[in-house]
């Protein structure tokens, strides 16, 4: 019936199809079929019965459609509709498809929106979803069944999140851990600075008194054809050359300040610190401020991480929303778009 109405209506304004009387005919010339060709028959002898002017008016055609209604109408229906309604669960995270299936059933068995039975079998459906239930009913509470519908979309799409988050990280939630103030050596991309690598060959002078392996490489086993270097300056002549100039120490000519005797302690230790020394009181500083972090920020736990994360999840707009979904989910909807 509902496709022949839209024929009629695609051909409106066309002669011979506004018609009530030639609408009933060219209806009758579609219904075909053994168990109605006796009503067919009987309806065709009421036609020819009408007369073509007087009775060509609307009323022909509400008599048509109503014994149509009544010869053809499932009178079932509505019991088997409702009967499916009591029976009809939501299954998570499926909520569309929960919420299309129940507003056709409710459609067929005759319920209306405002209807407070039509929101008590909303809810019922979601008795093998108790953490879902427990947001929907939560504060603030809500009673029409458009604002109960959102809350529960909003609750599914939160819980669905959750639940691919602790998928992603394998029970835990370093995943979604908010970034922390780390120490620089810490950080992505960046690394302490190497330890330089010295040996005989080419330590400074200020590290004269500093024990450094021997240089084994091959240049420092070539031949010195003639040329000083720093490799073989102590073995050419073991007479010190002499030291001209002011000590900058002490201020007396023929030695330098490093070999200066007078040296107080503090220089002493100054010029002793080696490179073991130096990374030692590196240490200790990254440790202290390492210390200083810990007592500063409070511990985080799975719960109040939870918690925190599905609050800014709550307040995100529906595009963030899905966007969160389909990273966890791999972009898969629980209900395809008609």
Known sequence: MNDFLLYIAANQGVAG?????????????????????????????????????????????????????????????????????????FKFPEIDQYVSEFEDLASMAGYTVGNEETVNLFLKGFENAPDVLSIILGPPLVQTYYDIKERAIAATRSRQLMNAIKRKTFGTFGAFR?????????????????????????????????PVPMDTSARSRAPNRGRWTNANAATVNDAPRKKKGACFNCGIEGHFARECRKTTNANRATMEFTTDDFWEQYNQEQDAELRTLRTQQPPLTPDNILDNALQMFDRLPDAQKNAFIHKYEGGKEDFPDA
């Open 178 to 210: 908010p970034p922390q103030n780390r120490p620089f050596f810490q950080r992505t991309g960046t690394a302490p600075p190497p330890r330089p690598q010295y040996n005989s060959s080419n330590a400074p002078r200020t590290w004269n008194s500093v």
């Open 17 to 89: 199809f506004e018609s009530p009387l030639r609408q009933i005919a060219l209806i009758l010339t579609l219904i075909k079929g053994p168990r109605v060709d006796r009503w067919v028959g009987d309806m065709t002898t009421w036609l020819r019965g009408r007369d073509p002017v007087n009775d060509n008016v609307e009323a022909a055609w509400d008599h048509f459609a109503h014994e149509f209604e009544e010869q053809f109408h499932d009178h079932t229906q509505v019991q088997r509709a409702r009967q499916q309604l009591d029976h009809l669960k």
